[in-house]
Structure formats: structure tokens, C-alpha cells
């Protein structure tokens, strides 16, 4: 029975926003509308074509292992990356989805661009910070990045335009890793120094795994651009002194999209599926669903509540101050002409404004959202 009264606590622990509210319908009009591809309103040309798969009347074949049961996450998540062939740049480019593979590169040299860059040119004026023990003269660089849920190193070169003096790699699969270190070995001119590192990041603190000398001096920027769990979090602080409190902000954003009752728990297209084991979330943290990406993705992940998300973040002194689609960021970057450049000279669009990212690609990027916080109240020297 409904009660009289409304509910409303005099004491609330929690903000009133993190309570789940159903989606309405102006919203879910709202958010069809945001998955249309500006690309074919920008410049005609580009993707004047709708996606050109074959039509499927349901989702694309049951991911594996998706219950309960069976190996632990991480491993199944470890077994499937180690298990992806190096097919080299040539092969890449017949992939299903080099539309969406290029654009998601692109992004996260946007992003880097725009949140890392700025915290890593600061850091590298104020050499008080870092001592410099045993060292005749000040390096030209002290910046140091920490890169979570890293993969084959595809992102090395990014981060070689940042001036940077250090890279940690960490991430869950040792085959990665080593292609990782074997690209970055195979640099003609190393800009950085790099260390690699397999392991599970979320299990347990990086401070109790990686050896005292990788976590001193600090990180400066901490990527989490590609991490597996699809946060595409980048967190920038000017005097990290430990990684501790970061990595309790590691969670998927919620991806809010309606499963009509009655009906199997997934939706997609051609490209992607998500499947859901339940309906509802039994708790804050811990609701497992199954991503599939065609030829990239086939493994379990996780969502929460947003307002939980604000909430953990603000205990650990991060105060958010940017959280966007990878829609709204593209319908703002693209128009600055280096980032214009770039969507040519990496493979976004050709040199006619023709991309291969078709509509069912771009739906599919709306899966990423990035996060960005700064340490804000408390002090830098807090676990």
C-alpha cells in the first residue's frame, strides 16, 4: 500500500539525487536524439550511410560464461585479453569496427590533450616539488604518469608528446603487457623512462603490490582511459602522494538505457550487447553485466548508481568538476583545427570527410563517458 505520507528524511547521509528514479519520457527522447551521428550533419559527406551489417533479429551471440559461475572476473577477464592475437597495423584495419576503434583513439588524444597535458606542463615548472637525489642539474622533465587497465600500448606515443619523465603501465593481462613493453622497447628515441606491471588493479591497493621505489616520487596525472571496466576516468592532482584513495573511485559510470519488462535482459546492435544476469540491482556496487564488443570486447563488468559514485568521490576530498559523453565531447572538439587535423591523420575520416564509424558504431560509443575530479579539501598527505 502506498503511504500517506511522502517520504522525505529530516537527516539525509546520502545527497536526494542518488536515490534511482525511473526515466521519463522526455528523457529517453533526450537521449535517442544524442545518439544521432553529428558526423553526417557536420559534413555531409562523411557516413552517408546507414550501418551496412545484416539485419539480426536478436543480439549477437550469447557472450560466454555469462552467469555467475565458473572462473573468478578477473580471470575470465585476463583469459580473454591474453587471448587476443597482435595482429599488426595492416590487419587492424579490416576490423568490423576500425570506425569506432579510430574514434575512440582519437578521443583519448583529446582527452589527454585537454585534461593531462595542462597538469603535467605545471608540474614540470615547479622542480621544488621533487628532489632530485643524486642528480648534478634539475631534468627537463619530472612529470610522472600512472596508466591503469593498460593494454598493448597504443597510447605510448600520446603520452610521448606530453613530456613526461615516467610511465607505469599496470594492467591484467601479462600477454598485453608484454607486447606493451616490446613497443615501447622498440622506440628509436625513448622520450620516457617505463615500467610495466601485471596485476589486478581493484583487488587490492597498488601500494601493497608494485615495489616503494615505482610509487616515489608521486604520480601527477593517473590515467584510467583504458581500463576494462570502461570508466575512461582521467584523474589529475598536482601532489598524489599515494594511490590509495584513487582507486576507490574505480567504477564503471552508469549507462542508463530501458529493458521493457518481459523481455530478455540486453540490448544492443550489431556491434555491441550488453546482458544482464537480473532485473534489479541488489546492491550499491557489484551489478554484473556482460559486455560484448565485436572483435574487441567479450567479458564481464560492472555498473553503479551515479549519485553513490559523487558521494564515495567527495569522501576521498575529489570534487567533480567534468562528466560528459563521448558525443557532446566530439560536437565540441572537433571544431579546434589541431583536433580537426586529427581526425584525419588518425584514420577518423579520410582525406574525402568519408569515415567508416556507421551509425551502429556510434551508438556504440555512447557506452563512454569520461570523469574527471581533483583533490580539492583534504590534505595532499591523506590515504
Partial sequence: RKPSIPYAPRNRITPPNSVLIPITAEELHRLAESHRNPLRKSIPARLAHPSQRPHMSNSPPPPRN???????????????????????????????????????????????????????????????????????????FIARVLDLGRGKGGDL???????????????????????????????????????????????????????????RPPFHVVSILSA??????????????????????????????KIPEGEELS????????????????????????LYLADAVDAPEYIMQWGAFVSLAAAYGRELIYREDFHTIYEREQEPTEFRQLLTSMKVVDSRGKSALDQDQWDAASMYRLVFFFQSSFDDNMC
Wanted: proline share 6%.
Fill in 228 to 257: 576494462s571496466s570502461r570508466v575512461n576516468t582521467l584523474l589529475a592532482a598536482h601532489r598524489v602522494q599515494t594511490v590509495l584513495n584513487l582507486l576507490s573511485l574505480l567504477f564503471p559510470h552508469l549507462y542508463r538505457k
Fill in 66 to 140: 555469462h552467469n555467475d559461475n565458473g572462473p573468478r572476473n578477473e580471470v575470465v577477464v585476463a583469459q580473454h585479453y591474453n587471448a587476443r592475437p597482435e595482429v599488426g597495423k595492416a590487419a587492424r584495419e579490416h576490423s568490423p569496427i576500425i570506425g569506432l576503434k579510430s574514434f575512440n583513439n582519437w578521443m583519448k588524444a583529446v582527452l589527454i590533450a585537454n585534461f593531462a597535458r595542462p597538469t603535467i606542463r605545471e608540474t614540470n615548472t615547479r622542480p621544488e616539488e621533487v628532489e632530485f637525489v643524486g642528480l648534478k642539474k634539475r631534468p627537463r
Fill in 267 to 290: 540490448f544492443g546492435n550489431t556491434v555491441y550487447t550488453i546482458r544482464f544476469n537480473r532485473r534489479t540491482q541488489p546492491h550499491t556496487f557489484g551489478h554484473k553485466y556482460w
Fill in 157 to 215: 606515443g600520446k603520452w610521448a608528446k606530453s613530456d613526461i619523465a615516467g610511465y607505469v603501465g599496470v594492467g591484467i593481462a601479462d600477454v598485453s603487457l608484454d607486447q606493451a613493453r616490446e613497443r615501447w622497447a622498440g622506440q628509436r628515441r625513448k622520450a620516457f623512462d617505463a615500467e610495466f606491471f601485471a596485476m589486478d588493479c581493484y583487488s587490492r591497493p597498488l601500494e601493497d603490490r608494485l615495489p616503494p621505489s615505482v610509487l
